[in-house]
Structures are given as structure tokens and as C-alpha cells.
């Protein structure tokens, strides 16, 4: 399918002051009909933060570790993507209509754009947040394989870029630190990508005393393994290999590109590093949140 150059690469829209893809803000409106169901798990990140990791350790749960189950569609089918929206794609509201409950959920909306519906709902959220410098890295691949996106232009202006918070969802700084205040007031189990990639088990048990399931460990064993990064790389219902190369194009950079913690230090340059660290301890200076660039 070849589409026109109009729905690609169009400069970000602003949306009560949060930059977004164009065609994400166009779907806010409608998702303004979108209803939260108690019983519904949002998973919550900013881009690039081992969403689609997670969202896949949640269906294996969901669905006792049967791994076949978790084959019956793509993940942003079996896991709506709320503001997804994209001329000749289903939007997330129109995957929802389809979804059975218990309902799993992304979005990576900060507070000021979520459907209130899912905190009035009292909805439980899992967040992942990872650490900025592997976030900006990722990303700005991300930009360049996925051209819902604006250019992305050279590594220096992305950085700079993702430093004011001039990229699609807006800082990565207010991001974590809003959810993560959230916690005090709303059911939300905060995770981090780097112990995700320490200790997946240790994680996983967190998510299963969250979500107030139970598997044997044999299963929790096979959701490791069928979850891990060499795994779903070559798993089409995980990849995002299902999409047309016109949104997705794979071999500019795959979107399980590397799935490490630290990949920033083939990328930051010496002052890249002392700039991005400055202007982060300005930025993160009152917050209580701690992040690992390295393990
Ligand atoms: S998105 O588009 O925002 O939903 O992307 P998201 O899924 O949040 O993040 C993509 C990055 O997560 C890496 N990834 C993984 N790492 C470790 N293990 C597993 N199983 C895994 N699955 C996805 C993916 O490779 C992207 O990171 P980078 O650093 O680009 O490799």
C-alpha cells in the first residue's frame, strides 16, 4: 500500500501545550467517548520505555502463559492503543470495540491529555519509565523508522529537541515525575525498564501481586523466555513487523532495535553527556526519582 507523502512527516500539534503526532491529536477528540471499566489495566509509559515489553508480559498473564493465545493478533491489536489514530489503520477506539474484558490498555498521554474517565474509573495503571539518555536514543530511531513522525534531523538537534521537550508527548521530565506522583492518590505500580533487565522474574512477581493473580512457576519461566528481547524480535505479533513499510520501515532501523540499558554511550558524545547531565539535574532536582543509565 502506497500512501501519499500528505500523512507523513508532518510537523507535531500542540494540545493544551503537549506537542503530539498530528494525527494522535486529531484522535483526542473522539477518544473523549471512551469509556474506562474498573476492571481495565492501563499500561502507561513516554515512549520508547519498554511499552510493548510489558504489554506483552501482561497478555501472557492474562492469558495463563498460553502462548498461542498471545498469537491471535498484533500487539497493538490485542492491547488498544488508545490515541492511536493513522489514516488506513484501525485507531485505538476502533480496536477497543472488539476487546474483550478484562481490558488492557496503553497509552503514553501525560496527565493533562488522559480520558478522565480511567482515574474516575480508578483504573490500575502500570508505568514503565526508563532512563532518559536510552530514551532519547531510542527515540530518535524511532523518528526515523516511523514517519508519522517529523524529521528527526541530525542526532545534535534531536537531542536538543528531546532536551526542551520539543518531541512528540512533550518532556520526558514532567512525564515520570507526574505519574509518578500520581501514585500517592491513584492504584499505580511504577516499574523501571532497567529491573526489568535485571531481574525480569523479580518484576514479573511484582506485576502478578499488582494485578492479584498467581501462576506457577513454570509458567512464569516460559512468560520470561517468550517475553525476552532476542524473542520478540523475531515474533511478528511482537515486532510491529505487520505494518506497512510506508509507517514502519524496519530496515532503517528495526523497532527492536537493540533492548539494552546503556546503548546511549555508543551515541552522546563527551559534551552531548556534560550538557544532557547539567541540564537533567536542573530539571529532576526536586524529584525523589532515581534512574539507572547503566547496570
Ligand atoms: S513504543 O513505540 O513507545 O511503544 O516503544 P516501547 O515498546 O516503549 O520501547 C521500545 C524499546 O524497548 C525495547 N524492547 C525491549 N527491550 C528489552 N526486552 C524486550 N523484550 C523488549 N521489547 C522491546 C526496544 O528494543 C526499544 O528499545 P531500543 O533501545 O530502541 O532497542
Known amino acids: ?12 500539534e500542540y494540545v493544551k501545550g503537549v506537542p503530539l503526532i498530528k494525527h494522535f491529536a486529531d484522535a483526542l477528540g473522539p ?11 492501563l499500561i ?15 497478555d501472557m498473564i ?19 492503543f488508545l490515541e492511536f489514530s493513522v489514516p488506513g489503520l484501525p485507531s485505538g477506539l476502533e480496536s477497543l470495540k472488539d476487546t474483550p474484558a478484562p481490558r488492557l490498555l496503553k497509552t503514553h498521554l501525560p496527565l493533562a491529555l488522559l480520558p478522565q474517565t480511567l482515574l474516575d474509573q480508578k483504573v ?12 532519547a536514543v531510542s527515540y530518535y530511531h524511532f523518528y526515523h523508522m516511523a514517519r508519522v513522525h517529523p524529521d528527526p534531523g541530525t542526532w545534535d538537534s534531536f537531542l536538543e529537541k528531546f532536551m526542551a521537550g520539543e518531541v512528540s508527548y512533550g518532556p520526558w521530565y514532567q512525564h515520570v515525575q507526574e505519574w509518578w506522583e500520581l501514585r500517592n492518590t491513584h492504584p499505580i505500580l511504577y516499574l523501571f525498564y532497567e529491573d526489568m533487565k535485571e531481574n525480569p522474574k523479580r518484576e514479573i ?4 501481586k499488582f494485578v492479584g493473580r498467581s501462576l506457577p512457576e513454570e509458567t512464569i ?17 511482537a515486532n510491529y513487523s505487520t505494518l506497512s513499510r510506508d509507517f514502519m520501515d524496519h530496515e532503517v532501523s528495526a523497532f527492536m532495535r537493540k533492548g539494552i540499558t546503556g546503548d546511549w554511550k555508543s551515541t552522546f558524545t563527551v559534551a552531548q553527556n556534560e550538557r544532557f547531565d547539567a541540564y537533567y539535574a536542573e530539571k529532576m532536582a526536586r524529584s525523589s526519582l532515581k534512574f539507572r543509565a547503566q547496570l
Request: net charge positive.
Open 62 to 80: 492474562y492469558h495463563d502463559g498460553d502462548m498461542e493465545k498471545c498469537q491471535r493478533a498484533p500487539i497493538f491489536i490485542r492491547v488498544p
Open 205 to 208: 512477581w511484582k506485576i502478578l
Open 44 to 58: 502507561s509509559t513516554y515512549p520508547k520505555s519498554g511499552t510493548t515489553w510489558v504489554c506483552e508480559i501482561l
Open 124 to 135: 490500575k495503571v502500570i508505568y514503565v519509565a526508563r532512563n532518559a539518555k536510552d530514551v
Open 1 to 12: 500500500m502506497e500512501q501519499g507523502q500528505d500523512i507523513f512527516r508532518l510537523p507535531l
Open 31 to 41: 477518544l473523549q467517548s471512551f469509556q474506562a471499566r474498573p476492571d481495565d489495566l
Open 221 to 237: 519461566d516460559r512468560i520470561i523466555q517468550y517475553t525476552s528481547f532476542k524473542e520478540m524480535k523475531e515474533n511478528p505479533m
